[in-house]
């Protein structure tokens, strides 16, 4: 079975930028989550989707945004790129929202 | 708030040379705490879920406890392929988010 796939697997901007990144959920997962992580650090926790609503947010500014479709795939979109926004951007999905997550194998992000 | 520390930092162990990993937490009811292994450059990849104080589960040659305030994961006789960076998250009832540690690296020499 396919795990969770994201694309691209690496993207390089500059500064004031927009991007998007894209998620498909294993077959038969609704939840979609989205995670930030910087070199040395945890993932931090950024968006939850749960069939196409949003369930959670966390402490990122409104230059984030993502958005789930009726397949269950997702985007994450962020705007005017700042250099700190280098980055892993994971994606991972689960069943609900409350059940394990399984990560894919994100899409590393360089911002000049 | 929910928070979840991680120790150490990092390890250094001789093949063979069993060690467990730390895992303290702060949660507001819990519902979940999960432990992922991390690659270089690579996605988390899913270990375990633990629910509630007292349980333990078992794959290959990792052993995940869990308490009220901390969880371990005991490596028994580590092998160089064991070597990455251990990640302990949870789940509390109060909301959705799920918080990470900021991992431990553990690195296994022959």
């Known amino acids: 079975d396919a795990g969770v796939t994201q694309s691209p697997t690496h993207l390089i901007k500059t500064r004031g930028q927009h991007v998007t990144l894209r998620c498909s959920p294993i077959?038969?997962?609704?939840?979609v989550s989205w995670y930030q992580q910087v070199l040395g650090q945890g993932p931090q926790f950024i968006f939850q989707?749960?069939?196409?609503?949003?369930?959670g947010r966390g402490n990122f500014p409104d230059r984030f945004s993502a958005r789930q479709f009726p397949n269950y795939s997702s985007e994450l979109n962020v705007n005017a790129l700042l250099l700190g926004d280098s980055a892993l951007y994971l994606c991972?999905?689960?069943?609900?929202?409350?059940?394990?997550?399984?990560f894919g194998p994100g899409t590393r992000l360089l911002v000049l | 708030e929910d928070q979840v520390t991680q120790s150490p930092e990092a390890l250094r162990l001789q093949e063979g040379e069993s060690s467990s990993l730390n895992c303290s937490y702060t949660?507001?009811?819990?519902?979940?705490l999960f432990w992922y292994r991390q690659d270089p450059g690579k996605g988390p990849e899913f270990l375990f879920t633990?629910?509630?104080a007292g349980e333990e589960k078992e794959k290959e040659r990792l052993k995940a406890t869990l308490t009220k305030k901390e969880s371990f994961l005991h490596i028994t006789a580590p092998k160089p392929e064991d070597s990455a960076t251990y990640l302990c998250?949870?789940?509390?009832?109060?909301?959705?988010?799920?918080?990470f540690g900021a991992g431990t690296r553990l690195f296994v020499k022959a």
């Open positions: 989707y749960y069939e196409k609503e949003e369930r």
């Open positions: 998250a949870v789940q509390g009832t109060g909301g959705f988010k799920t918080i």
């Open positions: 991972a999905s689960s069943l609900n929202v409350q059940e394990t997550q399984y």
């Open positions: 949660v507001s009811g819990l519902r979940g």
């Open positions: 077959s038969g997962h609704k939840s």
């Open positions: 633990l629910y509630s």
